[in-house]
């Protein structure tokens, strides 16, 4: 058998340079992140391609994207910094303390924030976690008071927050009841104002298929009550769908939905509290997904 190849390492320089521009969305945006001139980060991710033998990012005059491999590369990237920092958190004692206030939706807990608590509460065990379910109209006055310090919400264009990944929405009903047979469609739904709503009844208008809103609930368990007792069929984003619901789709007769933006969002008054900010650092280093 031949020698085998021999593979330059991957300095961690780099890869927090690369997962920074891919943050930022630029490298002038980057720069400043990183305490660097533009230039120095432009070398950086050089010696990262030629270590790597391939381009990471297209770079064009106004925007740059990953490529195949820089697409790889993200997630390990994003695991061998967030383990560089656990160990030296280990190495030198760090022992945060203090409490976070957390908001999220009760839809999106189960998928997004019990992995984050788990490794979060591993890492600073001294730090207090008060979390509040509920939905993304709720918590965004909360964070904007300053009575919330984070919120992982649906994301509307004007809403500021960093942007982790997109939800699918899907129509869901039960097996047992073919509600979505009947016209008008009965609708369950949340409170006004919901993102998924809005989708939903403008899809449902813009296909000219008549509906009825027979039940609105603010949680998810009570629009899954809905579905399985047969009363409407509802909109949920995918992660929270249980696996005896059926997704419906247009073979159903009901329009595609698209998706919706989750993103985090951080109270001006939380800015100086350092339990914050490593939660903060923890959900995006977790949960954002390769943009």
Known sequence: MGEPSMRNDLQLDWLRAFITVVDAGSLSAAAPKLYRSQSAVSMQL????????????????????????????????RQMLELHE??????????????IRLGIPDDYAAAYITPVLGAFAGRYPGVEIELLC?????????????????????????????????????????PQHAIWRKNPLPIAAYEQGCMAR?????????????????????SVVGQLAAVESGLAVAVLVRSCVPAHLHILGEEHGLPAL?????????????????????????????LRSGH
């Open 46 to 77: 050089k010696k990262l391609e030629d270590a790597i033998g391939k381009p990471v990012l297209l770079r064009g005059p106004r925007s740059l994207s990953l490529t195949a491999t820089g697409t790889d590369l993200v997630a390990y990237a």
């Open 86 to 99: 656990q160990t030296l958190d280990a190495l030198h004692g760090v022992q945060l303390q203090g409490q």
């Open 134 to 174: 509920q939905q993304s109209t709720e918590l965004l006055p909360k964070v904007k008071e300053g009575s919330l310090d984070l919120a992982i919400v649906t994301l509307d264009d004007k809403q500021a927050g960093v942007h982790l990944l997109d939800e699918s929405l899907v129509w869901v009903g039960s």
């Open 198 to 218: 809005k989708k939903a009844l403008a899809s449902l208008v813009k296909h000219r298929i008549p509906y009825k809103l027979v039940y609105q609930s603010p």
């Open 258 to 286: 698209g998706s919706v933006r989750v993103g985090v969002v951080r109270s001006q008054a939380s800015k100086g509290k350092q339990a914050v900010t490593a939660m903060h650092k923890l959900i995006v280093g977790m």
